[in-house]
């Protein structure tokens, strides 16, 4: 029997990336001339839709679907593995010098927005093990493929399927020497384009979770849900507003 794969209880994952490439279409438009000029490339319209394509990769291992699955039969909130560094490794493995770097740090904290101090970064191997998440060789243990419904073509590339907690801790390692091993001037340069790649990527994402009911309710502490409902709406009605005017 088929199953779906998920990106919420609430939300099937093609569906949720579908909508993030729909609102990155517009919003490229708007950010790629202060883009293009940070990063110093002329033509980066692809990486950055690998990035993305790519950010949730995490959900799909057979962990994170499994525990979503139990999500929605038991109807409550239970913990999750992080999923953010795996999408952040394999753009890591596949993005040019100089644009991996950005993109891989934005991926990889885009739902901690901690930097160097979340475990995405420092250790992600270590938490990959202790999330089980990977087998005894190290391997990452994506969902059954033949007991899931297939995803749209491109949403998981075939590379994937040899991706090791060693290439967690080579990202780890190499990103700690970008964003550290550097000059003053070229470390301000360096969080100025992580910012750049980070801040579009969760407008991106924000606006297209906005639509799950758990953004709906105005009673949750603010606190809890990326800055609380009210900078969601505020993100959505951004977005739709950019929409609107790209059309």
Not at 72 to 80: F, R, S, T, Y
Not at 91 to 111: C, Q, T, Y
Not at 123 to 133: E, L
Request: glycine residues 4%.
């Amino acid at each position: 029997m088929k199953v779906c794969l998920f990106s919420s209880p609430e939300e099937k994952y093609s569906d949720h990336i579908n909508l993030c490439l729909e609102n990155f279409k517009s919003l490229f438009a708007v950010f790629e001339p202060i883009v293009q000029r940070a990063l110093g490339y002329n033509d980066i319209s692809n990486a950055f839709r690998k990035m993305i394509t790519y950010h949730d990769l995490g959900k799909l291992t057979e962990r994170w679907q499994d525990i979503v699955n139990k999500e929605i039969k038991e109807n409550k909130n239970l913990h999750k593995p992080s999923h953010s560094s795996l999408g952040a490794a394999y753009l890591w493995r596949v993005l040019p010098d100089d644009l991996k770097e950005p993109i891989s740090f934005a991926v990889a904290i885009h739902h901690t927005d901690r930097g160097l101090l979340g475990d995405n970064i420092e250790k992600p191997d270590v938490q990959a093990i202790t999330d089980n998440i990977a087998d005894f060789s190290g391997r990452i243990k994506w969902f059954d493929k033949d007991k899931r419904e297939s995803l749209a073509e491109g949403f998981f590339p075939n590379e994937l399927r040899d991706l090791y907690i060693n290439d967690l801790k080579e990202m780890a390692r190499g990103l700690r020497k970008w964003a550290k091993g550097c000059s003053l001037p070229d470390q301000h340069k360096r969080r100025l384009q992580a910012s750049l790649c980070h801040h579009l990527l969760k407008l991106c994402d924000i606006s297209a979770a906005s639509n799950r009911r758990k953004w709906e309710d105005e009673s949750i502490d603010e606190g809890e849900l990326y800055g609380g409902w009210l900078m969601v709406k505020d993100i959505k009605d951004y977005v739709s507003q950019i929409n609107e005017r790209m059309k």
